[in-house]
Each structure stands twice: as structure tokens, then as C-alpha cells.
T-cell receptor
Framework: SQKIEQNSEALNIQEGKTATLTCNYT??????LQWYRQDPGRGPVFLLL?????KEKRKERLKVTFDTTLKQSLFHITASQPADSATYLC???????????FGQGTTLQVKP | GAGVSQSPSNKVTEKGKDVELRCDPI?????LYWYRQSLGQGLEFLIY????????KSGLPSDRFSAERTGGSVSTLTIQRTQQEDSAVYLC?????????????FGSGTQLSVL
């Protein structure tokens, strides 16, 4: 069956360190993968999109990698700040109709 | 509008009652999506619209759930004979068009509580 898996355990790191979040998928062959941020009581906000032929994508302190052989995407936040504390969701397109399916998200807590 | 607007932001209802949730997408966005998020869980896809038609309704949990979109704009998600397990946050999103490269813009959701 198709699955998108993110680490359900919260990730706690110290301010200034690099946070690395993992998204693994099975039985998908996505051409694109997206990452969103969700704060409590709010809807998700789009962060980055990466294509299957892109190994890496950067935006400011954010970096996303996409390994279609490992079926994995890594999401990095460098020089993390307490304001980066949130839940991060990966998403990819499923099926012929192209609905966007989300992982369950990983909560990041950055401590001052 | 400036963003995706959902109403009401909170809805408390009694088991067995019908509820209607409204979504006003970003002006000009042709694709509209409904998701459900239970406490501490990820987003569960319900349905999406391209214009006024719904190519994929596969996520609707039961025939008590229905959705429509009129004029290529506002969408309503209706839940009939609500059950306690329907309690969740219902999120609406829109995108300029439907496709794998399109980013979704989400509203803040409707928190539904069924007593």
C-alpha cells in the first residue's frame, strides 16, 4: 500500500543547530514533493517544492533534498531559531487524479 | 480575496444534526481542496474541485459527507447526521490550478465538535 512516513516523535534541538526532518514514501513515484509548515490553530503554509530531477533545493535557511532511489526527502533548517518551532509536513501527488497527500508531520521544537 | 477564508471558525453541534462548512478560495483559483485533520494527526484528503466539478471524491468517509462548489468559487462541505467521530478540523485550500507543481494555500480551518 502507499505510505508517506514522517517521524511522529517531536524533534527537540538547541537554537543555532541544524534541524533535519525526514520524509519517506513507499509505492509512489512522485515527480514533485512539497514541504509545508503548520503552526497550532492555523492551516499549513507552503515552503518549498522539489522536482524529481533536482537533488537539492534551497531557500534562505531551508534546504530540501530528494532521493528517488531511497524514496526519501530530507528537510534541513540551518541556524535554527525558536521561531522555527512548528510542525513540518511533506506532501506528494497520488494517483491519476493528482490529489496531494500529506505525511502526518514532524513537530520541531527549537529551544533558546 | 487576500487569502482562503473559512467559516465558521468553530462549530459545536449535537450528534445527529447536519452542519455546513463554507470555504471562500483565493479569487481566480480554479482548484479547491477539502482536508480533515484530527487531533495530533496528519491531513486526510476528502475531495477536490477543478472548477465546479469534483474529479476525485475518494476521500469522503461516508455518504453522510457531500460537497459542492458553485460559480467556480465558494464551496460548501455538508455533513449530515453528524457523529462524534466527525469531530476534527476541516481545512480548505485552493491553488491557481490543479497540478503537482501547484502550491496550496490553506485557510485556518473550521474546528467541528460533535457532542
Amino acid at each position: 500500500s502507499q505510505k508517506i512516513e514522517q517521524n511522529s516523535e517531536a524533534l527537540n534541538i538547541q537554537e543555532g543547530k541544524t534541524a533535519t526532518l525526514t520524509c519517506n514514501y513507499t509505492n509512489y513515484s512522485p515527480a514533485y514533493l512539497q514541504w509545508y509548515r503548520q503552526d497550532p490553530g492555523r492551516g499549513p503554509v507552503f515552503l518549498l517544492l522539489i522536482r524529481e530531477n533536482e537533488k537539492e533545493k534551497r531557500k534562505e535557511r531551508l534546504k530540501v533534498t530528494f532521493d528517488t532511489t531511497l524514496k526519501q526527502s530530507l528537510f534541513h533548517i540551518t541556524a535554527s531559531q525558536p521561531a522555527d518551532s512548528a510542525t513540518y509536513l511533506c506532501a506528494l501527488i497520488s494517483g491519476n487524479t493528482g490529489k496531494l497527500i500529506f505525511g502526518q508531520g514532524t513537530t520541531l521544537q527549537v529551544k533558546p | 480575496g487576500a487569502g482562503v477564508s473559512q467559516s465558521p471558525s468553530n462549530k459545536v453541534t449535537e450528534k445527529g444534526k447536519d452542519v455546513e462548512l463554507r470555504c471562500d478560495p483565493i479569487s481566480g483559483h480554479t482548484a479547491l481542496y477539502w482536508y480533515r485533520q484530527s487531533l495530533g494527526q496528519g491531513l486526510e484528503f476528502l475531495i477536490y474541485f477543478q472548477g465546479n466539478s469534483a474529479p476525485d471524491k475518494s476521500g469522503l468517509p461516508s455518504d453522510r459527507f457531500s460537497a459542492e462548489r458553485t460559480g467556480g468559487s465558494v464551496s460548501t462541505l455538508t455533513i449530515q447526521r453528524t457523529q462524534q467521530e466527525d469531530s476534527a478540523v476541516y481545512l480548505c485550500a485552493s491553488s491557481s490550478q490543479h497540478g503537482a507543481r501547484e502550491k496550496l494555500f490553506f485557510g485556518s480551518g473550521t474546528q467541528l465538535s460533535v457532542l
